[in-house]
């Protein structure tokens, strides 16, 4: 059986409350791989003093090297770290890279492994190709748009790769265009779990919920889903939701997330927050947990994604696909092709501005009879970005990098 090596991003446990997205995929792998025992796979994981679990209990196939990343040492190293990135202005690789990279050679296992898959670790590339002699063939599988011609050190950074999987076309495209034809990327696009979505909010779970959040039975409820930062163009939803309700007001904006840590919510994330609490038309939930975040869709009219970034994929997109709500989103990064399949129920922003969101809202409450068929978008979503497809489609890299037929 071949061996897999995996370095998760490592910030948090693959399996924990805190898990993000990517966290998320790893687990849907390996439960894959653990129904396939394809592979031999080995990981090295965040460990945390508020995740103290065992791993290696959640899976058969999978072997977990768990790295703390919560104590005392590790701390004063990432301050040290940001601190010397931030004089430099070049990327420093984290404790848990280096730590990881230690434990590799000190056990001998420079070349163990048949793959060795690196988890958008990108600020640590540079110094993985320059600490880590091996034989083995290396992938970067990214899912941000953190590789492209802006980069200074690009190339640099990423000459010892074998291959770069991208979540996206457009991620790979981002990739290729560093340096043509020296690196190949190929589109491993994520995949959804069904069984979130799949589910019906009844009329009287509707009905709670609007009344605990405030939302009156006529309301037409836009919705954003993601972080309060810039980037995602939250002030500007919230200014053109603003100005669009002196015309309406049997409208309403709920927002559902923030930052991950509360303790460290920065004054943009505050500002966003005062303006919801100073206005009874917009309601922020704070973070939802995945197995609850259908019931905000499918209580809401229109999803609003306004990414000023480029959106490597674009997951919530999918996600307000399969619970059959209208979409307002930019068009950039791998957002117009999560969106290809859903016709005239999207609309695209030419640029992110109030005036252009509130002209886009407005078309979309205008258009508040014409809903999306849930059923049928969640069950062609999930078919076009299955589980399964997923994980056949890493198993077909592992197989043709490590040559096994």
Not at 18 to 34: K, P, R, V
Not at 326 to 346: C, D, F, Q, T, W
């Amino acid at each position: 059986m071949k061996k897999v090596l995996f370095i998760s991003p490592g910030f948090v446990p693959i399996k924990s409350t805190s898990a993000g997205a990517i966290e998320g995929l790893m687990d849907l792998y390996f439960c894959h791989n653990d129904e396939t025992k394809n592979f031999d796979i080995t990981v090295y994981s965040a460990y945390t003093k508020d995740n103290e679990i065992d791993q290696d209990k959640n899976y058969e196939t999978v072997h977990f090297r768990n790295i703390k990343v919560s104590n005392a040492k590790s701390g004063l190293l990432r301050k040290f770290e940001r601190l010397l990135q931030t004089l430099t202005g070049r990327a420093c690789a984290r404790f848990f890279i280096k730590e990881a990279i230690r434990d590799i050679i000190s056990r001998n296992e420079r070349n163990h492994y048949d793959l060795i898959v690196i988890e958008n670790c990108d600020n640590d590339l540079a110094y993985i190709g320059k600490n880590f002699r091996t034989k083995t063939p290396i992938v970067l599988h990214l899912h941000n748009d953190y590789i492209n011609t802006d980069r200074k050190d690009a190339v640099a950074a990423t000459q010892f790769l074998t291959e770069v999987w991208g979540v996206s076309d457009f991620i790979c495209r981002q990739v290729s265009n560093i340096n043509k034809n020296s690196l190949k990327a190929v589109t491993i696009y994520n995949a959804v779990n069904k069984s979130l979505f799949d589910k019906e909010l009844s009329q009287k779970q509707e009905r709670e919920l609007k009344k605990k959040l405030g939302i009156e039975k006529d309301d037409y409820v836009f919705l954003y889903v993601g972080r309060l930062m810039p980037e995602k163009g939250v002030r500007e939803l919230v200014e053109g939701f603003i100005d669009f309700r002196k015309e309406k007001k049997n409208i309403k904006l709920l927002i559902v997330g923030g930052q991950k840590n509360q303790s460290k919510i920065d004054g943009y994330s505050k500002d966003i927050m005062r303006i919801a609490k100073e206005n009874e038309s917009i309601i922020h939930v704070g973070r939802i947990e995945a197995r609850e975040l259908y019931k905000y869709y499918q209580l809401s009219d229109c999803q609003v994604i306004p990414s000023k970034w480029n959106e490597a994929f674009g997951l919530i997109a999918l996600e307000g696909m399969m619970n059959g709500i209208r979409i307002i989103s930019s068009k950039n990064g791998g957002l117009p092709e999560v969106l290809a399949s859903y016709g005239e129920n999207k609309q695209y922003l030419n640029e992110i501005t109030p005036k252009e969101i509130r002209d886009k809202l407005k078309t979309a409450y205008e258009l508040r009879g014409c809903k999306p068929d849930r059923k049928e978008y969640c069950n062609l979503v999930s078919e076009a970005f299955s589980v399964d497809m997923y994980g056949k489609s890493i198993d077909n890299r592992i197989m043709e990098l490590t040559h096994e037929k």
